[in-house]
């Protein structure tokens, strides 16, 4: 671990509910096991970031209006979206449309759904403190130092990315469209050892989905009252463009789909009402 990231250490370190615990290549990580279906944690040092897309980003959207995000607190964040495995040691379902495999990404998950496992998951640890990313600091996750449309460069294939292959982003190649999700860590890490950052599901934030103002801001929370709930990242039904780290969606609370999911944060918290 280089100066910089052993400044921004977590104040515990491992947590009274962590299983294992330790620091490889990408920094380090404490994993959380209920009923034995284990979930591993990265810790996400804080950082100054540009958030959304700037106009020369092909096939953009207008409402990612580009600006600087500084993010003064680290968290900790799931390496990879919950599973149905996880939302069922939880829960005791699954709701999930693509049952084949227990470690595919619990999904057909309302906004409001998610918190109430996330309630479930905080009464049985108690000292989890586990809640839904912020937009800011889920796209900071997702882009992992880097300022191209996909974490992983300037395009991508079905073979780094789940999303739609017949449908390719700027001018790439078509490729394979599995018309379904996989199971998580099926698909190379960005390089903070996160899985499944772009596609797969759509996952859950926060924030209430507003318009983003231009100036620069720390921590941001988002609007403190909207009608929809943040969505980022696509999904495996989605085109090329709608997988880039600055897609920024909106739904209504209560909706659920089979594309949509969520993965767990845990540390400070945000707007959750």
Known sequence: MNDF???????VFPATWASEWGEDRFGLFMVLEVQRVRQRFRWITPGTFWMGSPESEPERYDDETLHRVTLTQGFWLADTACTQALWTAVTGENPSHFQNNADNPVENVSWDEAEQFIDQLNAAVPSLAARLPTEAEWEYACRAGTTTPFSFGENITPEQVNYNGNSPYAGGAEGLYREKTVPVKSLPPN??????MHGNVWEWCADWY??????????????????????????????GRVARSAIHDGYDPAERFGYIGFRIALGQQGFSS
């Open 210 to 239: 507003g318009v983003y103002e231009p100036e620069s801001s720390v921590d941001p929370l988002g609007q403190e009252h909207g009608s929809k709930r943040v969505l980022r990242g696509g999904s495996w039904v989605s085109y």
């Open 5 to 11: 990231n052993r400044a921004f250490l977590p104040t």
């Open 191 to 196: 390089a903070w050892g996160l899985y499944e």
